[in-house]
């Protein structure tokens, strides 16, 4: 049985760090892309960050300069988050598939970690 499962989210101060990671099971994910999505309050699901089996990275403009998507291997995925905010406050997915794209429906999900920013 495939997972992904998320952890190191938690409360942190404005300008705060965090360090997100992912570990998938189940499966060899060589050649799959990975990456980051967030759900916050009362809103949509929406892309973080994604990297490419090639290694080639995404961000969305928010986030951009801020965070730093890793892959340490195959399986495990890391998101380095600096200068937090609080509009970064949200639950936190890892996703793993053949391709990772803003609008990402399909792959293998996590079931989320929290990630609370306070002002």
């Known amino acids: 049985q495939v997972q992904l499962a998320e952890s190191g989210g938690g409360l942190v101060q404005a300008g705060g760090s965090l360090r997100l990671s992912c570990e998938a099971s189940g499966r060899d994910f060589n050649g799959y892309a990975m990456g980051w999505f967030r759900r916050p309050p009362g809103k949509e699901r929406e892309f973080v960050a994604a990297?490419?089996?090639?290694?080639?990275t995404s961000y969305t403009d928010s986030v951009k300069g801020r965070f730093t998507i890793s892959r340490d291997n195959p399986n495990t995925l890391t998101l380095h988050m600096n200068s937090l905010e609080p509009d970064d406050t949200a639950v936190y997915y890892c996703n793993a598939a053949p391709s990772v794209v803003p609008g990402q429906t399909g792959g293998f999900w996590g079931l989320g970690t929290q990630v609370t920013v306070s002002s």
């Open positions: 990297i490419k089996w090639s290694g080639a």
